[in-house]
């Protein structure tokens, strides 16, 4: 298996069951950061923000991906969706492994959605607040849900990112065995427990 962070929060998850992108953004919708062309079996989005949703950027190759994908509902914000909408996490089980894209989560979330979630393998969380949950809150569901990999995603950076969103230094400062990555894509088999700060592609 090898997962590719395209910037932001677009991921590219390719297994020998099938390929997906997760949250392909669109030309100039994230400073700093241009998608790739991309071709995979699917494309996964959480909301349909030009940042997020952007299906159109990614070339489908018309083969069916045989892994399974799970849907737990959530929200981009705090107050039950009423200032961002609705968010969806995605699920990919692949391999005997599973990789959860928690998308532009808003919130803490509840113990039911905590269930559904289970403890995947690998944990792509945003973490830059603003639009999203903040160091803090991230750091809290992190532990809460005790992936074997996490991934920090949706934060600024060195050249890239919103403005107003934080930097991920923030979210590791509250973190322990933390590892910035000089690669911006990783086997999940080949890693070792902990944080893994990817590099980003910029521009």
């Not at 399974?68 to 391999?95: M, Q, W, Y």
């Not at 269930?115 to 569901?141: M, N, Q, R």
Request: hydrophobic fraction near 40%; include cysteine; charged fraction near 20%.
């Amino acid at each position: 298996m090898k997962i590719t962070w395209c910037g932001h929060s677009c991921f590219l998850v390719e297994t020998r069951e099938g390929s997906a992108v997760l949250d392909p953004y669109a030309p100039g919708s994230v400073p700093g950061v241009s998608l790739p062309a991309l071709t995979a079996d699917a494309v996964l989005c959480s909301h349909g923000h030009r940042d997020h949703g952007y299906t159109e950027g990614v070339r489908l190759s018309g083969k069916p991906a045989a892994f399974s994908v799970k849907t737990i509902p959530c929200f981009h914000d705090d107050k039950g969706g009423s200032l961002r909408g609705e968010n969806l996490i995605r699920v990919i089980e692949a391999e005997g492994l599973r990789i959860a894209h928690l998308g532009d989560l808003g919130h803490p979330l509840s113990e039911e959605q905590l269930s559904a979630l289970g403890a995947p393998d690998v944990l792509l969380i945003p973490v830059g607040g603003h639009y999203t949950i903040g160091p803090e809150t991230a750091a809290a569901l992190a532990k809460a849900v005790g992936a074997r990999i996490t991934v920090p995603m949706h934060y600024r950076g060195a050249g890239f990112g919103y403005d107003v969103i934080g930097p991920v230094e923030e979210f590791t400062a509250r973190m322990e065995k933390v590892r910035f990555s000089d690669s911006s894509a990783f086997d999940p088999a080949q890693e070792a427990e902990g944080v893994l700060v990817l590099r980003c592609p910029t521009d």
